[in-house]
């Protein structure tokens, strides 16, 4: 359940939403989403489950993999949008991305 709980409180960051915001749009208490989060609790309610994967759209049998290529997915989609709004702006952000992941393969 903690790696569960990890990817819960990673999509939650990244959505902005903090930890008590969360628990009450969600419908549970914070320390119960705190419990979840952290893998102290063993039992996760149906409903929670539910509304977990409508707002954060994660999905607890998706194998690594399919869970990058939906990100993956996402981002193109987003990267052709801003291609659109600013391309030059666009084009910089790319031009750093790789850059970026160049010194990361390279590490």
Known sequence: MSDFGSMIRAHREQKG?????????IGVSPGYLSNLETGKT?????HVLERL???LDIHPLQTDEQRLE???QRVTLMLQQCQMRN???TEHFMTQFE?????????
Do not use: C, V
């Not at 939403?17 to 749009?25: C, G, S, W």
């Not at 063993?42 to 149906?46: E, K």
């Not at 850059?99 to 590490?107: I, K, N, V």
């Open 99 to 107: 850059q970026s992941l160049e010194l990361l393969m390279d590490a």
């Open 87 to 89: 391309p030059s702006l």
């Open 70 to 72: 939906q990100r993956l």
């Open 53 to 55: 994967q409508q707002e």
């Open 17 to 25: 939403y903090t930890l008590n915001d969360f628990a009450h749009r």
């Open 42 to 46: 063993d039992t996760i309610r149906l």
